[in-house]
């Protein structure tokens, strides 16, 4: 599987952005589609998970009720829609898949290049 993210850029606090993962190859070993994000000095955290067929969804609880990740199958994108942001939420966003659930990057599969945010204060 091929993924591409875009969608980063800059914004004020408070304020709302949305990456989109634009998935290609997918194969049976790519049951979840995952966001991840890593800031400067930090390990990459994830973010947001999504079951790719049932559209179960998962949420770091940094970002609960402030990101939705959704994806539309019928132009195979994967989307994180981040409202309310902080400037705590500044970093490289990355999508990536996995065959199950998880919670760290060891479970990863595929890595799409990152989509820098930041956000300003």
């Known amino acids: 599987v091929q993924l591409q993210a875009s969608g980063g850029g800059l914004v004020q606090a408070g304020g709302s952005m949305r990456l989109s993962c634009l998935v290609s190859?997918?194969?049976?070993?790519?049951?979840?589609m995952n966001w991840f994000r890593q800031a400067p000095g930090k390990e990459r955290e994830f973010v947001a998970g999504?079951?790719?067929?049932?559209?179960?969804?998962r949420y770091a609880d940094s970002v609960k009720g402030r990101f939705t990740i959704s994806r539309d199958a019928s132009v195979y994108t994967v989307y994180l829609q981040m409202n309310s942001l902080k400037p705590e939420d500044t970093a490289v966003y990355y999508c990536?898949?996995?065959?199950?659930?998880?919670?760290?990057?060891?479970?990863?599969?595929?890595w799409g290049q990152g989509t820098q945010v930041t956000v300003s204060s």
């Open positions: 990536a898949s996995s065959p199950g659930v998880i919670t760290s990057t060891s479970g990863a599969r595929s």
């Open positions: 190859g997918l194969t049976t070993a790519d049951n979840f």
């Open positions: 999504i079951k790719w067929r049932e559209g179960t969804k």
